[in-house]
């Protein structure tokens, strides 16, 4: 065979195999017509829109719009962000109207990364790009305070109060704290407390406890606050109130008295009102000493008298004299008496939230306590409704309990209630001849009424006066002096009643 019958051959036999490769089935596909629709693909769905976060306790939430056509949302979480791993947080899809998810139960302080993704109907989706958040700090408990003050009682103790702080569940729930640690002074163990309050024992010296709010953490153990909140509370001191006696500076006519000598016998009374500045319900005392003056000099015998004064042989008192003989306001008080002078009008704790306020008062002594009975029961019903009531004329009591910061406060009864004041219902004469009736009360603006003068004590008035030197020349430190001045027609008199407060050890 020639040469080119050789190639004519070889291209025929070639023509022959491409004639039937043609005919093959999977040549038949290609020379179908095409299909109408696209391949699917799974991801080119319109992502969620806006996606942000925000912190709250131990936990993230996050929120986005909805794209169109979204039927349900899933979530993943990337710790920490940039992180390979994507744990999914959505197992099922959220419904379409959600559009918020709460990640609870996370490390306080941690960041992470959410990869929100949209799906449709048919099951094409879209990823928004990561966005992080900060898992929340635990929220200290708010106003954390003395729920009730028993630091003056003689098994001193208080009771502890403070506001729980909310969080999160996974399914948006907000949940108060129930669990507290607190801690503190006096305490020989942190105590876990699953209630807002907490009755603690008080010791000597200045005292400081914090509570830390406490969530379950989902592994186990808990989360806390990392600052808890703290109260100091200032020790209280032990301290006493004491009268030392008095001077008359004008003797009160007896012509009106005819149940006792020719002279004045008098004997010191006071109503003591332990409260605290938050006017917690007070405890109301009266006090009344023994009586000094004339012991007989009529011929008339006088029990539970003390001679004193200088108006007859047997007592009674006149202008000038000094009752004890030989006060002397700087000498450190001797042994106290419940009736003899030094006598004490009150004793106790007082902490910097503490309030006492005396109503010191001197009485003629006759023998009658019509008079000095409804005086007790006024002031003392008068002190329970204007201490202890938030009803109270609040800025009378302000100003009466802080004393300028100058010391123990001196002014006039003027605290009221409603539109009641402290008046003690006495006329500018004596009711009945022979009835006790008040030394140098202050006439009210009604003729037919006194008033007391007040002392009113707080811990910082009273370490103020135990550093100074008294309102006048030569008085001692501590030494608070009363004016008792009459101005009616025939129960005229002047008298200076004095008080000394001390500190106890």
Known sequence: MTRPDVLRFAIAGLASAGLAALASPAAAQILERPPTTAPTIMSDATPPAGVATESFAAGIVVSWQPPTGAVG???C????????????????QLPATTLKYFDAGLPPGGSHAYR??????????????????????????????????????ANAELVLGWDAPSYFTSTGQAVKVGTFRLSGTGLSAPLMVNATSQRVALGSGDHRWTVTAMIPSPAGGWFESP???????KAPGRYRLVALGFQVQQQSPDDLLDKDGRGNEVYVAAAVTVTTRSLSMPQVNTVRGGSYGDVGNSGKAFPRRYQAGSASRGGGLA????????????APTSAVSPSAFPVVLWEGRLNDQGMVVVHPTLWEEDLEQTAYNKWVGKVTAAAQAGYGALRADLAAITTLRDGGGLGPATGDAVVGCQDDIIYVPLPDHCPAHGQDRPLGLVPSHSAAYWHDRLVVLTQASIEAALKSQGPRPGAAPGVIIVPLLESGKEAKGGYELYLRVERLP
């Open 73 to 75: 949302y899933t979530l």
């Open 77 to 92: 979480r990337e710790t920490p962000p940039g992180s390979a791993n994507c744990a999914i947080l959505t197992p099922s």
């Open 116 to 153: 929100v993704t949209a799906w449709r109907a048919d099951q094409h989706h879209g990823t928004a790009a990561p966005v992080t958040g900060r898992a929340g700090d635990v929220p200290p408990p708010a106003n954390f305070r003395v729920l009730e003050d028993r630091s003056m009682a």
């Open 227 to 233: 600052t808890p909140g703290t109260l100091d509370f």
């Open 319 to 330: 202008t000038g004299d000094i009752v004890p003989v030989g006060l002397n306001l700087g």
